[in-house]
C-alpha cells in the first residue's frame, strides 16, 4: 500500500479501536482515539522511512523491527502503541498489496504476501485498505471482548465454579 493507505487504516483503525475501549461516545473516547491515534499513526509510517535508505518491504519491513517497536514501551516505559502502527502497516501490506513484505529478512529476502492484494497504483487501493482495517478491528475486538472472557471461563471451570 502507499503512504495515504497507511495513514487511512491508522486512523480508521484508532477511531475503531478508541470505541471499541471506550464505546460511550463521549469525551474519554475522543481522548483514547487520540492517545492511540498519535502512536499508532506514527508506528504505521515507520517502516516506510526505508524509501529513503535501504531496501523498500526489506530493510524496516520486518520481525525485528517489529519486535524493537513491542519491546520499547517495556525498556523505556514510552511510545506504549507504535508498535500496533507497525503491525498494521505489516499486515496491509501483506495482505493489502500484491508485492508483500521481506518480513524475514536479512535472513532472507523472499517476499510473503496474500493472494487477495491489489497493486498499490490500483484504484481499488483505498477499498481494500478499508476492507483490511475491518477485518483488523474484528480481530481486535475478539482480543479485546473474548479472550477476557474465555480467560475467566477456564479459571472458573478449573476451580470448579
Known sequence: MNKRGHVLNAVLLSIGL??????????????????????VT??????????????????LHNLPLLIGFFLFPELFDNL??????????YVLDVAG?????ALFYPITKTEYNLPIGVPVSSSRADLMTVVVTVLELVVAAAIIYDLPRRGFEMVRQSIGL
Open 18 to 39: 478508541g470505541y471499541l475501549l471506550e464505546p460511550a461516545g463521549d469525551l474519554q473516547t475522543f481522548e483514547t482515539i487520540v492517545a492511540i491515534g498519535v502512536p
Open 42 to 59: 506514527l508506528g504505521a509510517m515507520v517502516p516506510d522511512i526505508d524509501t529513503a535508505f535501504g531496501k523498500h518491504r526489506k530493510t
Open 97 to 101: 498489496s500484491k508485492r508483500g513484505i
Open 80 to 89: 506504549e502503541y507504535v508498535w500496533i502502527g507497525v503491525l498494521t502497516h
